[in-house]
């Protein structure tokens, strides 16, 4: 009876929340249990296909990759994902996430799909606005943090784009923005024209 009484507020737990962690489930189950039986029921439930695994220690039961910026706290969705999100990026594009985690960079497999870790100092992590995206709220970085993302991670722009870009950024934003970086970076003929 007990085993089933934990089993039904984790389920619960995963109905409030689009993300759960290992600590979360540790806590239902209760400090005199082992987490041993933790980890059984987090293995039932995910071979049962009712979770999956997105980070390390950090489960959903939705198919949305997106939720997977959650496992790399601090962290957002940006360059061509942030630009698409504004409609600024034509292309098709897989979830770009920048954390100041210290995690390995590159192309991720997760549920199923893709996803693009890179790494950005503690000092360069602002501009972030959570948006509502279906049934979830997601950080995104917001148009000018995400012009300045493209130019220091070296991401080309057409000119179309860039146009675009250009027209819809706050221009008092993104100078304020551009006195945390360094001469090189602000002096760039980009964003001096």
């Given at each position: 009876?007990?085993?089933?009484?934990?089993?039904?507020?984790?389920?619960?737990?995963?109905?409030?929340?689009p993300i759960v962690d290992?600590?979360?489930?540790?806590?239902?189950?209760?400090?005199?249990?082992?987490?041993?039986?933790?980890?059984?029921?987090?293995?039932?439930?995910?071979?049962?296909?009712?979770?999956?695994?997105?980070?390390?220690?950090?489960?959903?039961?939705?198919?949305?990759?997106?939720?997977?910026?959650?496992?790399?706290?601090?962290?957002?969705?940006?360059?061509?994902?942030?630009?698409?999100?504004?409609?600024?990026?034509?292309?098709?594009?897989?979830?770009?996430?920048?954390?100041?985690?210290?995690?390995?960079?590159?192309?991720?497999?997760?549920?199923?799909?893709?996803?693009?870790?890179?790494?950005?100092?503690?000092?360069?992590?602002?501009?972030?606005?959570?948006?509502?995206?279906?049934?979830?709220?997601?950080?995104?970085?917001?148009?000018?943090?995400?012009?300045?993302?493209?130019?220091?991670?070296?991401?080309?722009?057409?000119?179309?784009?860039?146009?675009?870009?250009?027209?819809?950024?706050?221009?008092?934003?993104?100078?304020?923005?551009?006195?945390?970086?360094?001469?090189?970076?602000?002096?760039?003929?980009?964003?001096?024209a």
């Open positions: 009876m007990g085993k089933q009484i934990h089993l039904e507020k984790i389920e619960a737990l995963f109905e409030k929340s290992f600590k979360s489930i540790e806590r239902i189950v209760g400090k005199s249990k082992k987490s041993s039986y933790a980890k059984l029921l987090v293995y039932n439930l995910l071979k049962k296909g009712k979770i999956k695994k997105i980070g390390k220690g950090i489960y959903t039961q939705h198919n949305e990759i997106s939720l997977v910026v959650f496992s790399f706290n601090p962290a957002y969705l940006g360059l061509q994902t942030a630009l698409s999100h504004y409609g600024l990026w034509e292309q098709e594009t897989i979830p770009v996430i920048i954390t100041t985690k210290k995690v390995r960079r590159g192309l991720r497999n997760v549920i199923g799909g893709n996803v693009l870790l890179r790494n950005i100092d503690k000092k360069y992590f602002f501009g972030i606005e959570y948006i509502k995206e279906g049934n979830f709220y997601l950080p995104y970085s917001d148009i000018e943090k995400t012009f300045i993302d493209m130019i220091v991670f070296n991401q080309k722009m057409d000119e179309e784009v860039l146009k675009n870009i250009k027209n819809k950024i706050n221009k008092k934003k993104l100078l304020n923005y551009l006195k945390k970086y360094s001469l090189s970076i602000k002096n760039r003929k980009i964003f001096v």
